[in-house]
Every structure is written in structure tokens, then in C-alpha cells.
């Protein structure tokens, strides 16, 4: 696959098949992810692939619970995740499109064929994860499985993903996301989103860059 391709059709993909994923494919997708740079190289992650049906239910009830309660707090407990309060029509439509997807994550979670719970440790800046995080989702794209990021489960119910998963609490270990992976029921595409002169500035704050890019400079 064109690198590009990956890079640009790579998204968030929540609405999955049950279809296992070969072991194969999950072996690669956590090999290319250790290949990530990490901060001094410390490479301070671990990683959990779950697909066990037992394991996947606990969590399943955990992930719920989690969810009900972001919901609540930031929302209100409204199922359309603000939308209402969102004054361009065309992006509410696009709050509400994913807040149903969301949803249907929540109530499938148990049923993806694979996840993988990301953990790090001594990373006082919380970041240095994330390249290995996005390797992981791009070679799940290039061999056709969608994947998403959930910091949900690690924010508001890592103490009982941690009993479930038999994490050692006294190490230092904390859940940084949980990818979920499976076969999308979806097309894959570009995204929308804002153009690039929009958010972006040359050299100094404010200085627009005058480029001209109102559409993807890949697409299919």
C-alpha cells in the first residue's frame, strides 16, 4: 500500500465486523508499533492484545460503564454528544454522526475481534506513546483492519481493567488507550476536514500561509 494512501484513509473506524483477525496480522500490527520512536528510546510500553471472549465481556462491561459516565459529565447525558449546541448545521449533523458511532462501539465493545491496551510508564509528558500508538493503526490499515483510539476505559475505569487484566498496580503502569481493531462495516476514505490554511500558521502566530489547499493533496 502507498504510504500516503495509509496516511490519508486512516481514521477512526468503530463500527466493525466479528470476523477474527489473524495472528499474523495482530503479531505485525505490534511489531511495526515497537519500531515508533519513544523518548531517549526508553521504550517504557507494554502491550496487551486481547481476543479472549471472556476477557473482551469484562471489559465490554467495564468500557459501558465508563462511557455512561463520560457521557454524563461532559454531556450532560445527552446522546448526541452536544450536537445540539453546535450552531453550524453541517457539523452538528457530523457531532451527531459520530456520537452514534461512539454509541455503537460502547454497545459492541465486547464484540470487536481484537484490542489492544496500550500502557507506558516514566513518560512525564504523556506523549512519547503515541507514535507507537499510530504505527499500530496504520499497519491494521494496511492490512485492511480498522482501528480506534479509546482513552476512555484508561481515564475513567482503570482500576477495574487492571484487575481484569491482571496489571500490577504498584509498577507505575497507567492504560494510555485501548485500540480497538476489526474489519470495518464502513468504506474507507478520506476524511473531512478543515483546510490546512486554516489551522495552520508560517512561522510566527497568525502569519497565514497563503497556500491554497482547500482539498486533500491525496485522494483516491
Partial sequence: MDVFEALYTTRAMRRVSEDPIPDDVLKQMVDAGIRAPSGSNRQGWKFIVVTDPEIKNQLGDSYREAWDFYVKEFYGGTSDMGASNVLDDEK?????????????????????????????????????????????????????????????????????????????????????????????????????????????????????????????????
Avoid at 476505559?153 to 481484569?164: D, H, R, S, T, Y
Wanted: with cysteine; hydrophobic share 40%; aromatic share 12%.
Fill in 92 to 220: 452538528a449533523q457530523q457531532v451527531v454522526r459520530i456520537s452514534k458511532s461512539a454509541a455503537w462501539l460502547s454497545e459492541n465493545f465486547h464484540k470487536v475481534p481484537a484490542m489492544f491496551v496500550v500502557l507506558s510508564r516514566n513518560d512525564p509528558t504523556g506523549s512519547s506513546i503515541y507514535p507507537a500508538i499510530w504505527s499500530i493503526m496504520l499497519a491494521g490499515r494496511a492490512h485492511g483492519v480498522g482501528t480506534c483510539l479509546t482513552t476512555v476505559l484508561g481515564m475513567f475505569k482503570p482500576e477495574k481493567a487492571f484487575e481484569i487484566l491482571s496489571i500490577p498496580n504498584d509498577k507505575g503502569w497507567k492504560i494510555d488507550a485501548v485500540i480497538t481493531a476489526g474489519y470495518p462495516l464502513g468504506k474507507w476514505g478520506v476524511a473531512k476536514r478543515n483546510p490546512v490554511d486554516e489551522v495552520t500558521y508560517l512561522n510566527t502566530w497568525g502569519n497565514e500561509t497563503n497556500w491554497n489547499l482547500k482539498e486533500p493533496l491525496w485522494n483516491y
